[in-house]
């Protein structure tokens, strides 16, 4: 599949990530977002956005647009969904919902979403997420101190 089916990857993008020897959405979904990072010039929410979506068309290659318009946007939200409370079925009701929208089978996208649960790259984006999100509570303002590490963020 190639790396502009991915949302916001135009042909630039994708001449870049071929430098780092990506060369198609499976390639991004397996690469090291580390290396991403340091290797590439784009914002550690854009990989990680990128790298979320490619998860998703990769483990679920036949109805990822369907799940696209639902609003699940990667592997991550979809993976959010193996916690989920159960139904009569043992399945959560939105994966039944899903399942139908999707045209799959709901036993089949429930096992794929608690998969994608403790799937190793899956929280490893996931943790490259929550790193942003705490980069964002402790990076300063213009005219603040950096806070130290055991320092907390002052309250709104």
């Known amino acids: 599949m190639p790396l502009t089916n991915i949302r916001g990857v135009t042909t630039l993008i994708e001449d870049r990530f071929y430098?780092?020897?990506i060369f198609d959405v499976y390639g991004l979904a397996m690469a090291n977002p580390f290396r991403m990072l340091v290797q590439t010039p784009y914002d550690?929410?854009?990989?990680?956005?990128w790298m979320d979506?490619?998860?998703?068309?990769?483990?679920?290659?036949?109805?990822?647009?369907?799940?696209?318009?639902?609003?699940?946007?990667?592997?991550?939200?979809l993976a959010l969904y193996a916690y989920a409370e159960t139904g009569e079925a043992g399945v959560p009701p939105v994966i039944e919902r899903l399942a139908e929208r999707g045209r799959a089978d709901e036993?089949?996208?429930?096992?794929?979403?608690?998969?994608?649960?403790?799937?190793?790259?899956?929280?490893?984006?996931?943790?490259?997420?929550?790193s942003i999100t705490a980069d964002e509570q402790t990076r300063p303002t213009s005219g603040e101190k950096p806070l130290a590490s055991s320092e907390k963020p002052p309250a709104a």
């Open 19 to 21: 430098e780092e020897g």
């Open 44 to 49: 550690k929410r854009q990989i990680a956005a």
């Open 53 to 77: 979506e490619a998860l998703l068309m990769t483990i679920l290659p036949q109805c990822w647009a369907a799940l696209q318009a639902e609003g699940i946007t990667g592997a991550i939200d």
């Open 107 to 130: 036993l089949l996208l429930f096992d794929a979403v608690k998969r994608m649960a403790q799937d190793t790259q899956v929280q490893l984006i996931w943790g490259l997420y929550q």
